[in-house]
């Protein structure tokens, strides 16, 4: 496709399961973002991948939270024993290079529910 | 430590007249801001964006402008028409190890009234 797609578009789980949150960038983007967004919050950063570089994990709120990107292509995120304090819309964004004025384009996000 | 802020949490303005969202921030590193725009149920979608080495850019009905020394931006839409409803976030991003990544204000809703 043209955009950046995610899936589950929504998810609801029970405290204590694990899940699993999937970005498609798009294609030839070599830079990709995980954000989230709690109610009535801005975008959190999470994580960070650019080629095969070491990730930028500087803002993933605990050792629950993981995300793997395999090459330039899909990302997940995992979270494991969800808390309800983990309730958000997680997005997922790419961008072209490494160059700072590349434009951040993101996908429809995964609405998460822990209950 | 919120490092962007917009202190207007929503704004309701009259079809035809100006719209103005106003940003702030503490990070004097940031060297480059955006505007986006979010629609319920959809990502944000990029609007229009500014470096640090300018002070506005204006692209069709929408011009941002930066006030450096006070550390503010702002963006106007004129003539602001119903279409325009939506959270509207600004952005800034510093040269951090080459990461780029956006740090994001809370947004502002605004309502375009017919």
């Known amino acids: 496709g043209a955009g950046v797609s995610q899936s589950p578009s929504n998810k609801v789980t029970e405290k204590g399961k694990d899940v699993e949150l999937r970005c498609d960038p798009i294609?030839?983007?070599?830079?990709l973002y995980w954000y989230r967004q709690r109610l009535g919050q801005g975008l959190e950063f999470l994580i960070y991948?650019?080629?095969?570089?070491?990730?930028?994990k500087s803002g993933l709120p605990s050792d629950r939270f993981s995300a793997e990107r395999t090459g330039e292509s899909v990302s997940t995120l995992t979270i494991q024993r969800t808390q309800q304090e983990d309730s958000a819309v997680y997005l997922c964004?790419?961008?072209?290079?490494?160059?700072?004025?590349?434009?951040?384009?993101f996908g429809p996000g995964t609405r998460l529910t822990v209950l | 430590d919120q490092q962007v802020k917009q202190n207007s949490p929503s704004l309701s303005v009259q079809e035809g007249r100006i719209s103005i969202l106003n940003c702030d921030y503490t990070?004097?590193?940031?060297?480059?801001f955006l505007w986006y725009k979010k629609y319920p149920a959809e990502g944000p979608t990029f609007l229009i964006s500014?470096?640090?080495?300018?002070d506005k850019n204006e692209d069709g009905r929408f011009t941002v402008f930066l006030n450096k020394s006070a550390k503010h931006l702002s963006l106007h839409i004129v003539p602001s028409q119903p279409g325009d409803s939506a959270v509207y976030f600004c952005?800034?991003?510093?040269?951090?190890?080459?990461?780029?990544?956006?740090?994001f204000g809370t947004g502002t809703r605004l309502k375009v009234l017919a």
């Open positions: 964004a790419s961008r072209k290079g490494g160059v700072s004025t590349d434009t951040q384009y």
């Open positions: 294609s030839g983007h070599t830079a």
């Open positions: 991948f650019q080629g095969n570089s070491a990730p930028d």
């Open positions: 990070n004097s590193m940031f060297d480059y």
């Open positions: 500014i470096s640090s080495i300018k």
């Open positions: 952005a800034a991003s510093a040269k951090d190890s080459g990461t780029y990544k956006y740090i």
